[in-house]
């Protein structure tokens, strides 16, 4: 039986018809997902009856908090497909991942090492490496992006190098939409005796998964783009090399033992979660994890591949010189199609298919200003699904571009 999004968007208040006056067509869920009823009410319930901070206190409320913030860490074990909840950190998002990673491995690092991060990163992605670079005189390199927008992983072997300490990117790319062969790369960065990090803030959306069977070592992602809250995100780390990194941030309950001149710390994950964890969100993220996990996710990744395949087409369709950035159709991408229009402006589209059109777009660098540069572009607009789009929204999105080309071209 075909995959019927409606099964889906019912559970979203702000989709039912009679939640809002206008017309919504939400095409940007790569920036954030659309947040259902189910994983709302969990949170409402845990404030509502569990408030309590975690792994503090003794009483019955503290101790209710603290079972369900690590029931919650174990629903997302279960989603990543991990056999062990505390490989599993949690984060503020896939950036505050990142960042912990960077500063903590950073920590590790002897002046000259490398980091090989790639030109189409996110800013989250380059930044803290950055900093890093700045204060520790490592140097940062990039693998060059082919010209359909993926890494390019034949250039992998030979800019692996001896000092390269960490192999950091996306592992599905927020602007061209490519995925990362992360086995190959795994077996190219283990084979150097370095760490592959994965961003998977626009993979971990795409339903459950066998993590350890990517072969990377750290994998990161944030809860509002796998329809859970805001501030709330995962740091997923191997065990054995977790257990020897030092904390990025101190303070609250990731300590063993606290004198004036020396502290010692618990092990991983609480190493990693100074000061108080967002809880609820951690609540909700779980929610959503389950939420996810018990649609037919096999229905729904084969749904967004047509719904991605006719945008694809028919914005290649439309005159007017549109060009589509990423791997071209048939090679596999994450749902999401960025394309720039021949002397458009995509803030002026973005404003224009919402205005006339209830279309919600993203316009801009999508923060990957390189990329940007590199191809030469001065921006992209993007369409992003989810699992509740469905043909109305890309009609809504091919009509709606027609009529943007005739009044602003
Ligand atoms: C590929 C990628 N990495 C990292 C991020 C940063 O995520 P957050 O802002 O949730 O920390 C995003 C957000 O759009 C992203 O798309």
Known sequence: MAFDPGLAAVDFTILRSQAREEELHYLDNAAMALIPDCVINAMVEHDTLR???VKRGSHRLAEEATEAFEKARAAVADYLGVSDPDEVVFTGGATAGINILAHSLGLMFERNDEVLISQLEHHSNIIPWQVIQQRQGIKVRYLPVTPDGRINLERAEDMIKSRTRIVSVTHGSNVTGAITDARTLS???HDRGAFLILDGAQTAPGGPMDLPALGADFYVFSGHKVYGPTGVGILWGRKEILKNMPPALGGGEMIQDVGLEKSTFLDPPHRFEAGTPPVT?????AAAVKWLAAKDVKGM???????????MEGLTQLSGGIKILGPETGMERIPLVSFCVEGLHPHDICQVMNDRHGVALRGGFHCAQPLHDFLKIDGTTRASLAIYNNDNDVDALLNG???CMKILG
């Open 51 to 53: 408030r309590s901070n």
């Open 281 to 285: 969100q951690a609540i909700g993220l």
């Open 187 to 189: 077996g190219l960065v």
């Open 401 to 403: 571009m027609e009529d």
């Open 301 to 311: 990744r084969g749904h967004l591949r047509r719904l991605t395949l006719r945008i």
